[in-house]
């Protein structure tokens, strides 16, 4: 309940879930998280009986090899889902036409570590940021600390332009916030 900032239901679901993001699509009223520690990404919606409920619905990556999902971003439209998993470097797109039966569709490694994915409100980029933790990250040539800006095409991720946090002596690369400004001469 938001006015009076007090849960309605406590959900439990194993492992660590770390984001939880809402559709945004008109009509929608559910959010799919991702469980770090379990590799799963859960649906929470309300059932027949309108009680909310958490509803394991797909595996990220394979659970044996600890790709430890640390970030997703969904599309406005609510009809896929980025997910980043950490260990193994990977950014992985969901089918969520289904939200009760999600489909990996895309995957690539960008990176030796990856954290942060947001998108672009139409869908057309995807950001991607490295560090985790300072004491999580990754030693050496792994411990990459970069925002990487992609496009997509629908089919494949094209890096765009990097910034190298390391290089550029700019710390760790954890957190984006972008926001967008209307344009008042496209209005004219």
């Given at each position: 309940d938001m006015k009076s900032m007090t849960p309605k239901k406590v959900l439990s679901v194993p492992g660590a879930p770390l984001e939880i993001r809402w559709s945004l699509k008109e009509g929608d009223n559910w959010a799919i998280t991702a469980s770090a520690l379990t590799s799963k990404l859960w649906l929470v919606k309300q059932d027949g009986k309108?009680?909310?409920?958490?509803?394991?619905?797909?595996?990220?990556?394979?659970?044996?090899?600890?790709?430890?999902?640390?970030?997703?971003?969904?599309?406005?439209?609510?009809?896929?889902?980025?997910?980043?998993?950490?260990?193994d470097g990977m950014t992985r797109l969901f089918?969520?036409?289904n939200p009760e039966a999600p489909k990996e569709v895309y995957s690539k490694k960008t990176g030796a570590q990856v954290n942060m994915v947001s998108q672009s409100w139409d869908g057309k980029r995807v950001y991607i940021t490295t560090s985790l933790l300072a004491n999580w990250d990754k030693k050496g040539a792994d411990n990459e600390q970069f925002l990487k800006a992609f496009d997509w095409d629908g089919k494949e991720l094209k890096e765009k332009f990097t910034v190298d946090f390391n290089e550029l002596k700019l710390g760790r690369a954890h957190h984006m916030k972008f926001s967008a400004k209307t344009n008042a001469a496209a209005l004219d």
């Open positions: 309108g009680e909310w409920q958490a509803k394991d619905v797909a595996t990220i990556g394979d659970p044996a090899k600890i790709p430890l999902p640390v970030d997703i971003s969904i599309a406005a439209d609510g009809k896929s889902l980025w997910v980043n998993t950490f260990m089918d969520l036409s």
